[in-house]
Structure formats: C-alpha cells, structure tokens
C-alpha cells in the first residue's frame, strides 16, 4: 500500500521564477492539504482540496495555488519566488475532512530560493 | 486564532530516562489532538492521538492524555531509547474550522544518549 508520495524530492530555484510540486495522496484517500516547514519550525497550513476544489486556506499570499485531479493528486504552484519561500513542503492526505481524521504525510519536497 | 505551544528543546536524556514533553493549545471549538514525530530527513508520522476529553492516547510505548481543563496534551514514555531520537510535534484540529487545518507546534527535538 503505496503511501503518500511526493515529487520532486529537491529543487533549486531562482527568485523570481514559478515552481510546482506534486503530491500522490496515499491510496483510498481523497482530500490532500499543503504545508510549509520552515528549517527549525513547525508545518504551516497552506491549503486543502476535496473534490477538486480549495476548501480552506492558511495565510498564505495568492502567489500560492493548487489544484486537485480526478484521481485525488494534487499540485502546489508557488509564481514569483522569494527567499523566504524557501523551505520544505509537506502534502498531506487523508479520507474525508473531519477533524479527527489522522493525516499522513509524504516525505517533502525541499525548495531552495536563489 | 487556535494555537499550540510547546516546551522548547532540544531535550537531551540518557536512554532509559524518563520523557515528558510540554503541550498546552487553545481552540476555538473542541479540538483533536495529535501528536507527530519527525525522524531525521523523513516527513511527519503520527505516534498518537486523541479526539475527546480524559482520552489516552499510546503508541511505541508513548501516552498523552487529553486534559480538557487544563487545555493540556504532554507526552510521555518511561524510558526513552537512542532510536526515540527525533522532533516532536503537537497539533490540534478544530472542528469549528471546517476540515483538516491542523495547527502545529514549533517542535520540540528530542537527543537520547547511549
């Protein structure tokens, strides 16, 4: 039972430039959320989708975006970086929304900001 | 907004020590509580949780009890291995926020010493 996986494991960007992540959610799971852990901090709710669509959003500028598939994967787009958009990004996923649902997390993808 | 805040590290114990790491929240609502362990360059595995009142959670020789009055959740394990290592994290998610928005604490990195 393949878990959540995410791709890529590492990148480089330059400010400035555009990024997207990709997020597989574990299997029989439908609802995937983001977020961002800056070195030495805690994860960061960016945003979660259901059926395809946001639900919710953390405080996170319009810079960031996402989108959810048919087959539940989904995509963090980050336009216009900057430094201190440098940190990991963890894709969560569980099934349905409620609150007491466990997420489980993929293992990252780090994004460096040049 | 809700919030969790938690004992700063780094925690450094002899193996076979006890553990406790300090986790209080504040909510809006009445939330899950959940605690993550981070191992070093994986993402987030969740060790335990706990969705109501005077609830016990355990895992791996882990517990933490939800104390409602005290708006606590602190964990413990009566002897801590090398391989407990790690970054520890509470979180809560609020069922007055529609969804999965777990809130996270900045982590509380734990060294056991041989």
């Known amino acids: 039972d393949a878990g959540v996986t995410q791709s890529p494991t590492h990148l480089i960007k330059t400010r400035g430039q555009q990024v997207t992540l990709r997020c597989s959610p574990k299997?029989?799971?439908?609802?995937v959320s983001w977020y961002q852990q800056a070195l030495g901090q805690g994860p960061q709710f960016i945003f979660q989708y259901y059926e395809e669509e946001e639900r919710q959003r953390g405080n996170f500028p319009d810079r960031f975006s996402g989108h959810q598939f048919p087959n539940y994967s989904s995509e963090l787009n980050v336009n216009a970086l900057l430094l201190g958009d440098s940190a990991l990004y963890l894709c969560?996923?569980?099934?349905?929304?409620?609150?007491?649902?466990?997420?489980?997390f993929g293992e990252g993808s780090w994004l460096t900001v040049v | 907004g809700d919030s969790v805040t938690q004992m700063e590290g780094p925690v450094t114990l002899s193996e076979e020590a006890f553990l406790t790491i300090n986790c209080t929240y504040t909510?809006?609502?009445?939330?899950?509580l959940f605690w993550y362990v981070q191992y070093p360059g994986e993402g987030l595995q969740l060790l335990l949780k706990?969705?109501?009142?005077?609830d016990k959670g355990s895992n791996k020789g882990f517990e933490a009890t939800y104390r409602k009055e005290t708006t606590s959740f602190h964990l413990e394990k009566g002897s801590v291995q090398v391989s407990d290592s790690a970054v520890y994290f509470c979180a809560l998610s609020d069922p007055g926020d529609y969804g999965q928005n777990f809130v996270f604490g900045p982590g509380t990195r734990l060294s056991v010493l041989p």
């Open positions: 969560a996923s569980s099934l349905g929304q409620g609150s007491g649902n466990t997420i489980y």
């Open positions: 909510a809006t609502g009445y939330p899950s």
């Open positions: 706990a969705t109501k009142a005077d």
């Open positions: 299997s029989g799971h439908d609802t």
